[in-house]
């Protein structure tokens, strides 16, 4: 069985290296999108195991993104980061689970294996 594959959706550089360096060490294999043109092309190319997408992506809200990941593909679990305290988000573009940044290895590597083993 290969490597799972994450879908990452980010504008911070430094934040990309850190999660990459920790879901590669989990065993992921990561795919980085840094603006919203190249997230709609990644999410062209899935599908994923799971989704990571930054709420706020280049200054934009990441709702459209987070939509069309549900609608596409529905049963894939998708993780919201951000620095603020869970928002509110439409239910086409509600996510499975959030992150409160900062987080660290522990925080997501749970919220990774509870979506995992719910078979979410």
């Known amino acids: 069985m290969g490597r799972k594959k994450i879908l990452l959706i980010e504008d911070d550089q430094s934040l990309i290296f850190t999660l990459r360096y920790m879901l590669e060490d989990m065993g992921y294999d990561l795919i980085v999108a840094q603006d919203h043109e190249q997230a709609a092309n990644a999410i062209d190319d899935g599908p994923y195991d799971v989704a990571i997408i930054d709420y706020l992506v280049d200054n ?61």
């Open 60 to 120: 934009l809200p990441s709702s459209p993104l987070l939509a069309r990941l549900r609608q596409r593909y529905p049963h894939m679990p998708l993780i919201s980061s951000t620095v603020a305290a869970p928002l509110v988000h439409a239910d086409d573009a509600k996510p499975d689970a959030f992150l409160l940044k900062p987080f660290g290895a522990d925080d997501l590597r749970k919220t990774l294996q509870s979506l995992v083993s719910q078979g979410k």
